[in-house]
């Protein structure tokens, strides 16, 4: 799905509100979108994919996490990407996951998110469909899911 596209979309946020939407939320920082909660607390951020590059993934994280880090915020981050022959979820994850374990030791106070969860675009249009509240116990349940524990 295309960046304008997956901006577009109405998000299932539940009781939360769509905080961003491609806008700049700190220097050269321009999640696709971001969801606050009641406090105005951002609580997840979400990105797509349309690429293999594995290096935008890494950046998604570190974005993300550097973010985090100085709003003392501890969301969580949802990448949403387009699977290829040669790019699946599943190698997404394993290649992330060394990098995260990396990352979380050279930070003294340990890692601002709370998990990185990788999802299909073809999975989350599904979720879409079925109104599934992003993060909720349904849409985790998709079992093209990627959750990466921090």
């Known amino acids: 799905m295309k960046n304008s596209e997956f901006k ?4 299932q946020v539940g009781n939360y509100e769509i905080a961003t939407n491609g806008s700049q939320v700190s220097q050269g920082y321009e999640p696709d979108i971001t969801i606050k909660n009641s406090n105005g607390e951002v609580i997840y ?4 994919e ?3 590059d594995r290096k935008a993934f890494i950046g998604d994280v570190i974005k ?3 973010y985090a880090q100085e709003n003392n915020f501890s969301p969580v981050l949802v990448i949403v990407m387009k ?3 040669n790019t699946t979820v599943k190698q997404i994850a394993d290649h992330l996951k060394p990098y995260i374990t990396w990352l979380s030791h050279i930070i003294s ?3 601002k998110l709370k998990k990185v969860i990788i999802i299909s675009d073809n999975c989350y249009k599904k979720s879409f469909d079925q109104q599934e509240v ?3 116990e349904n849409f985790l349940r998709r079992a093209e899911i990627i959750e990466i524990k921090l």
């Open 83 to 85: 699977e290829f022959n």
């Open 134 to 136: 992003i993060c909720s």
């Open 8 to 11: 577009s979309m109405n998000h």
């Open 109 to 111: 106070d340990g890692l």
């Open 50 to 52: 349309q690429k293999t």
């Open 64 to 66: 993300a996490e550097k």
């Open 45 to 48: 951020i979400l990105e797509s």
